[in-house]
């Protein structure tokens, strides 16, 4: 975030005597790095080294003899400038970089051949492992789908999120906390225990609202439904999402979550069956936004439109992700809610299957669910249980049981049963009585010290319909009962006993959470009837009481299918996406994933983006969703989607910019405006200066200059002034702003002040700066080509004055014009064309894996690193780029064409307005 700002430059007699100090400085740098490089390159043989090498180039870690450490180091430094960066003490490790000309593999045998060096090698670069080494990672056909099977059925390769490709960028940051809304989450989970939020706020088991929000002892979420501070998992739903969104990555157990270390918030509403009420998720939204919560997981829905439920999600600052529902239609003529809220911060989200089709129970709208994300066959967590008592009746007999009340008929038979051979019937020899009210109770249970309880069975069997009634009770004395709420295979919900007719054996749930602790509890079922039409009654089996575990056996994961399992992969999406860009807002992390989906035609007209996430182009590491903005003078501003024209503007357009997410265009008397893919805003009606490089992306917003106003930055809400004086070039290194000021040098700005690099003044002709390697490469014009490095030191890498400069891997690239074309790689320069770019417009363009040159009347050539191959023999006017495709402007009839790859196709036969910058790729939706 950029700060305020020292204006440029200081004024005071200790500022000149600094800025003094540093030009003796820059001088004597750039006399002891002169001759590094022979004048116009005239004898250089190529380097071996390559970044993909795997190590860094110019830098080497040397240890001397202990004896010699100091003596050898200085002798490097004066013989050869090797200059030590850092000293580690400890070892006596000397970190060294490297003069240009030098070589890694040229630095290590000359060191090699010195007694007085133990050893001397390369600085190794070192990754992530971006494939987890989670034991059932290969079960997760979401994140890497190879074709592989899973739970029996075969898929698509890349049907899937590209997670791998993500956390070559991200693999998650634990100030991330994403709230799962849920029927809770089992956070004794060996995948999950060590990604579960901790409110910094509340010291535990003190019994005091700590941090004064209104919950006691909330060290790790909430639980709404039961009203306590244990929202562990009794249903199994949350633990799911949660392990999708945040499982522990690459901790050798289990499974992975899109993100290895957002911190997950358990907020449970939802029972033991799947239920819960709108003003309890009204109240986990609530605290979610209260607590910090960045994005909000809503894998659930139903019930009608609500208001209160709608305001609540719209007060949060949070991306509130949600399923678009599992009914298979068509959510812009059926919502579901709250996914079809028209929230700006709602995500809604259909799911795929394993080959990328929308999933058979989907719901869908080109309206209103925003993307898909696969959610079928979903290996993750589940939570771990344990039984505290069952009883099966494959004895035969109801040992102690104990039964009462009026026509008491309960008993045991073999008529019917789940498990052979036996069940518990409320009238085993026939129908019931009519005037029934007959309970049959097991023994009580003890569940101290345990939580998330509850009660299951199995049932089947026929009442007379809202007459004759089943009901459970429990109670913690034998004598007051209070009648449960029972849910039969997790979609039909009986809040006042079970009636009717059950045709096949159903599973049934009752919660019992509100009994946790309970050191006797007496649950029981009762039977009661009217006076109407008597039926055969239900038969009962497998009845048991089970609550969370406490020790795991490793075997608690499955498989869920559902657009509930779409959606964590959505939220875990987010979650990389904030851990990477720590200051965006929902609309920032909601437009990337938007705008980063992969286009399918099996979610065409099915989802607004059109595509499934894709969680490396979210993250902004694949340009193939980009579209190509061209200002074609008097013809206007129009957009290349890659498929057809749209156009933005009628009016012509000076100089064209981007910025997260954003198209920026100066207008000249016009002002500066932004367009985000909808509308157009006005930035500011001030004329940006279009000499040089007028605008930057930088710092997630935009660095302007406007001539004499000096250059000001815009952070997507306001301008901030980053210096009184006129900036002739920009451009940006690391996180740093790098401005040359003509005759007062070249400075850089690092979000708050200004420090001045070198008081030359840059050849502004041609491409005069470029980030390269670790640091920045300048060309001074006469003076050569210059090299400044995070060490703080410039070094000359020729001294030929260039007329271009471009990168691309991890070379540096000069057109020294009759000198030919030469390339730098972080080592030695090598000669790898003899001919002149033309300059004119654009000359270089990285392209693929080499770089597309323009030699003029000579055409289009592209270097693949290894040889050159001719794309195409007539003269190009400016040469642009767009996702993975090359753009060139032909001029006259000739028009506009893109390159794929493999040949060319005209896109439009209007000629481009040459003026200012005329092509850019714009991440617009």
């Given at each position: 975030m950029v700060g305020r700002c020292e204006l440029l430059p200081p004024s005071g007699e200790d500022i000149a005597m600094r800025l003094t100090r540093f030009w003796l400085f820059f001088v004597c740098c750039l006399l002891s790095a002169a001759g590094a490089v022979p004048a116009a390159f005239g004898s250089v043989t190529v380097g071996l080294h390559s970044a993909r090498a795997g190590y860094a180039p110019g830098r080497l870690l040397v240890k001397f003899r202990e004896s010699a450490r100091d003596e050898r180091a200085r002798h490097y430094r004066e013989t050869r400038d090797f200059r030590t960066i850092k000293t580690f003490r400890r070892n006596g490790i000397h970190h060294l970089a490297l003069p240009g000309g030098i070589s890694v593999e040229r630095a290590v045998e000359i060191l090699s051949g010195d007694p007085d060096v133990e050893y001397a090698e390369p600085d190794y670069?070192?990754?992530?492992?971006?494939?987890?080494?989670?034991?059932?990672?290969?079960?997760?056909?979401?994140?890497?789908?190879?074709?592989?099977?899973?739970?029996?059925?075969?898929?698509?390769?890349?049907?899937?999120?590209?997670?791998?490709?993500?956390?070559?960028?991200?693999?998650?940051?634990?100030?991330?906390?994403?709230?799962?809304?849920?029927?809770?989450?089992?956070?004794?989970?060996?995948?999950?225990?060590?990604?579960?939020?901790?409110?910094?706020?509340?010291?535990?088991?003190?019994?005091?609202?700590?941090?004064?929000?209104?919950?006691?002892?909330?060290?790790?979420?909430?639980d709404f439904l039961d009203g306590d501070n244990t929202p562990m998992d009794a249903h199994g739903h949350g633990t799911h999402v949660a392990g999708i969104i945040a499982a522990v990555g690459n901790n050798g157990l289990g499974v992975a979550g899109v993100s290895w270390n957002a911190r997950i918030m358990p907020l449970r509403f939802l029972d033991a069956s799947g239920w819960g009420l709108t003003s309890d998720a009204i109240g986990a939204i609530e605290y979610a936004d209260a607590m910090g919560a960045h994005?909000?997981?809503?894998?659930?829905?139903?019930?009608?439109?609500?208001?209160?439920?709608?305001?609540?999600?719209?007060?949060?600052?949070?991306?509130?992700?949600?399923?678009?529902?599992?009914?298979?239609?068509?959510?812009?003529?059926?919502?579901?809610?709250?996914?079809?809220?028209?929230?700006?911060?709602?995500?809604?989200?259909?799911?795929?299957?394993?080959?990328?089709?929308?999933?058979?129970?989907?719901?869908?709208g080109v309206s209103t669910v925003d993307m898909a994300a696969p959610g079928t066959n979903i290996y993750s967590c589940r939570p771990g249980r344990q039984t505290v008592?069952?009883?099966?009746?494959?004895?035969?007999?109801?040992?102690?049981?104990?039964?009462?009340?009026?026509?008491?008929?309960?008993?045991?038979?073999n008529a019917k049963s789940f498990t052979r051979p036996y069940s518990l019937a409320d009238s085993p020899g026939g129908n019931y009585a009519a005037g029934t009210n007959a309970w049959a109770m097991p023994p009580a249970v003890n569940l101290a010290g345990k939580i998330a309880a509850k009660l299951e069975f199995a049932i089947t069997g026929r009442s007379?319909?809202?007459?004759?009634?089943?009901?459970?009770?429990?109670?913690?004395?034998?004598?007051?009962?209070?009648?449960?709420?029972?849910?039969?295979?997790?979609?039909?919900?009986?809040?006042?006993?079970?009636?009717?007719?059950?045709?096949?054996?159903?599973?049934?749930?009752?919660?019992?959470?509100?009994?946790?602790?309970?050191?006797?509890?007496?649950?029981?079922?009762?039977?009661q009837t009217g006076s109407f039409q008597t039926q055969d009654g239900f038969y009962i089996d497998d009845v048991g009481v089970t609550c969370a575990a406490t020790s795991y056996t490793g075997e608690e994961y499955w498989y869920l299918n559902g657009t509930s399992m779409a959606t964590p992969h959505v939220s875990g999406v987010a979650?990389?996406?904030?851990?990477?860009?720590?200051?965006?807002?929902?609309?920032?992390?909601?437009?990337?994933?938007?705008?980063?989906?992969?286009?399918r035609a099996s979610l065409t007209n099915r989802v607004v983006s059109g595509g499934r996430v894709n969680a490396e182009k979210a993250l902004g590491e694949d340009s193939t969703a980009?579209?190509?903005?061209?200002?074609?003078?008097?013809?206007?501003?129009?957009?290349?989607?890659?498929?057809?024209?749209?156009?933005?503007?009628?009016?012509?357009?000076?100089?064209?910019?981007?910025?997260?997410?954003?198209?920026?265009v100066d207008f000249g008397p016009w002002g500066l405006w932004r367009y985000d893919g909808s509308s157009w805003v006005n930035m500011t009606p001030a004329d940006a200066d279009n000499n040089g490089n007028t605008m930057v992306s930088y710092d997630g917003g935009i660095a302007v200059d406007?001539?004499?106003?000096?250059?000001?930055?815009?952070?997507?809400?306001?301008?901030?002034?980053?210096?009184?004086?006129?900036?002739?070039?920009?451009?940006?290194?690391?996180?740093?702003?790098?401005?040359?000021?003509?005759?007062?040098?070249?400075?850089?700005?690092?979000?708050?002040i200004w420090e001045q690099l070198g008081e030359g003044d840059p050849d502004n002709s041609g491409n005069t700066m470029v980030a390269y390697g670790d640091g920045l490469a300048v060309d001074m014009g006469p003076a050569g080509l210059w090299h400044y490095g995070d060490d703080g030191l410039w070094r000359q890498l020729g001294t030929s004055d260039p007329e271009y400069l471009e990168?691309?891997?991890?070379?540096?690239?000069?057109?020294?014009?009759?000198?030919?074309?030469?390339?730098?790689?972080?080592?030695?320069w090598s000669q790898f064309s003899t001919r002149d770019a033309d300059n004119s417009g654009n000359t270089m363009v990285p392209y693929g894996t080499g770089l597309v040159v323009d030699f003029g009347g000579s055409g289009l050539d592209y270097w693949d690193g290894a040889a050159w191959s001719q794309i195409e023999s007539i003269d190009v006017d400016y040469l642009g780029r767009y996702g993975d495709r090359l753009t060139a402007d032909w001029g006259g009839s000739w028009g506009l064409w893109e390159y794929d790859g493999e040949g060319w196709t005209r896109i439009n036969e209007n000629d481009p307005d040459n003026s200012g910058n005329t092509m850019t790729g714009a991440d617009l939706n």
């Amino acid at each position: 975030m950029v700060g305020r700002c020292e204006l440029l430059p200081p004024s005071g007699e200790d500022i000149a005597m600094r800025l003094t100090r540093f030009w003796l400085f820059f001088v004597c740098c750039l006399l002891s790095a002169a001759g590094a490089v022979p004048a116009a390159f005239g004898s250089v043989t190529v380097g071996l080294h390559s970044a993909r090498a795997g190590y860094a180039p110019g830098r080497l870690l040397v240890k001397f003899r202990e004896s010699a450490r100091d003596e050898r180091a200085r002798h490097y430094r004066e013989t050869r400038d090797f200059r030590t960066i850092k000293t580690f003490r400890r070892n006596g490790i000397h970190h060294l970089a490297l003069p240009g000309g030098i070589s890694v593999e040229r630095a290590v045998e000359i060191l090699s051949g010195d007694p007085d060096v133990e050893y001397a090698e390369p600085d190794y670069f070192r990754h992530a492992m971006i494939t987890p080494n989670d034991s059932h990672y290969h079960l997760q056909w979401a994140f890497n789908n190879e074709g592989q099977m899973v739970n029996g059925t075969g898929g698509t390769p890349d049907a899937d999120i590209d997670a791998p490709e993500a956390w070559e960028v991200e693999t998650g940051d634990d100030r991330v906390i994403v709230a799962v809304v849920d029927s809770g989450v089992d956070y004794r989970h060996p995948d999950l225990s060590a990604n579960i939020w901790d409110n910094p706020g509340e010291i535990a088991g003190n019994g005091i609202d700590d941090d004064g929000n209104g919950y006691v002892d909330d060290v790790r979420g909430w639980d709404f439904l039961d009203g306590d501070n244990t929202p562990m998992d009794a249903h199994g739903h949350g633990t799911h999402v949660a392990g999708i969104i945040a499982a522990v990555g690459n901790n050798g157990l289990g499974v992975a979550g899109v993100s290895w270390n957002a911190r997950i918030m358990p907020l449970r509403f939802l029972d033991a069956s799947g239920w819960g009420l709108t003003s309890d998720a009204i109240g986990a939204i609530e605290y979610a936004d209260a607590m910090g919560a960045h994005i909000i997981n809503n894998s659930w829905g139903g019930g009608g439109y609500s208001y209160a439920l709608r305001e609540a999600i719209e007060a949060s600052s949070a991306v509130v992700v949600c399923a678009a529902g599992n009914e298979g239609r068509n959510s812009d003529f059926f919502p579901d809610y709250p996914a079809g809220y028209p929230s700006l911060n709602i995500v809604s989200v259909a799911a795929t299957d394993q080959n990328d089709n929308l999933a058979i129970f989907s719901n869908y709208g080109v309206s209103t669910v925003d993307m898909a994300a696969p959610g079928t066959n979903i290996y993750s967590c589940r939570p771990g249980r344990q039984t505290v008592w069952r009883d099966d009746f494959d004895d035969g007999v109801m040992g102690d049981w104990t039964t009462g009340g009026v026509n008491d008929t309960w008993g045991i038979t073999n008529a019917k049963s789940f498990t052979r051979p036996y069940s518990l019937a409320d009238s085993p020899g026939g129908n019931y009585a009519a005037g029934t009210n007959a309970w049959a109770m097991p023994p009580a249970v003890n569940l101290a010290g345990k939580i998330a309880a509850k009660l299951e069975f199995a049932i089947t069997g026929r009442s007379t319909t809202d007459v004759d009634r089943l009901m459970v009770e429990a109670s913690r004395n034998g004598v007051s009962w209070s009648s449960l709420p029972i849910n039969i295979d997790g979609v039909k919900f009986f809040t006042d006993g079970i009636s009717g007719n059950l045709p096949f054996w159903y599973d049934a749930v009752v919660d019992l959470g509100g009994y946790d602790g309970a050191e006797t509890l007496y649950v029981r079922f009762r039977f009661q009837t009217g006076s109407f039409q008597t039926q055969d009654g239900f038969y009962i089996d497998d009845v048991g009481v089970t609550c969370a575990a406490t020790s795991y056996t490793g075997e608690e994961y499955w498989y869920l299918n559902g657009t509930s399992m779409a959606t964590p992969h959505v939220s875990g999406v987010a979650a990389l996406l904030k851990a990477l860009h720590p200051d965006w807002d929902f609309e920032q992390i909601k437009a990337a994933m938007m705008q980063g989906v992969d286009v399918r035609a099996s979610l065409t007209n099915r989802v607004v983006s059109g595509g499934r996430v894709n969680a490396e182009k979210a993250l902004g590491e694949d340009s193939t969703a980009e579209q190509l903005a061209v200002d074609f003078g008097a013809l206007g501003l129009k957009l290349f989607d890659g498929g057809g024209w749209s156009d933005l503007t009628p009016l012509d357009g000076e100089h064209l910019g981007r910025y997260a997410g954003n198209l920026a265009v100066d207008f000249g008397p016009w002002g500066l405006w932004r367009y985000d893919g909808s509308s157009w805003v006005n930035m500011t009606p001030a004329d940006a200066d279009n000499n040089g490089n007028t605008m930057v992306s930088y710092d997630g917003g935009i660095a302007v200059d406007f001539g004499i106003f000096g250059p000001w930055y815009f952070d997507g809400t306001g301008w901030t002034q980053l210096s009184v004086f006129d900036v002739e070039w920009m451009c940006t290194y690391g996180d740093y702003l790098v401005g040359d000021f003509g005759a007062l040098g070249l400075w850089r700005f690092d979000g708050a002040i200004w420090e001045q690099l070198g008081e030359g003044d840059p050849d502004n002709s041609g491409n005069t700066m470029v980030a390269y390697g670790d640091g920045l490469a300048v060309d001074m014009g006469p003076a050569g080509l210059w090299h400044y490095g995070d060490d703080g030191l410039w070094r000359q890498l020729g001294t030929s004055d260039p007329e271009y400069l471009e990168v691309y891997g991890e070379n540096l690239v000069g057109d020294f014009g009759a000198l030919g074309l030469w390339r730098y790689d972080g080592g030695l320069w090598s000669q790898f064309s003899t001919r002149d770019a033309d300059n004119s417009g654009n000359t270089m363009v990285p392209y693929g894996t080499g770089l597309v040159v323009d030699f003029g009347g000579s055409g289009l050539d592209y270097w693949d690193g290894a040889a050159w191959s001719q794309i195409e023999s007539i003269d190009v006017d400016y040469l642009g780029r767009y996702g993975d495709r090359l753009t060139a402007d032909w001029g006259g009839s000739w028009g506009l064409w893109e390159y794929d790859g493999e040949g060319w196709t005209r896109i439009n036969e209007n000629d481009p307005d040459n003026s200012g910058n005329t092509m850019t790729g714009a991440d617009l939706n």
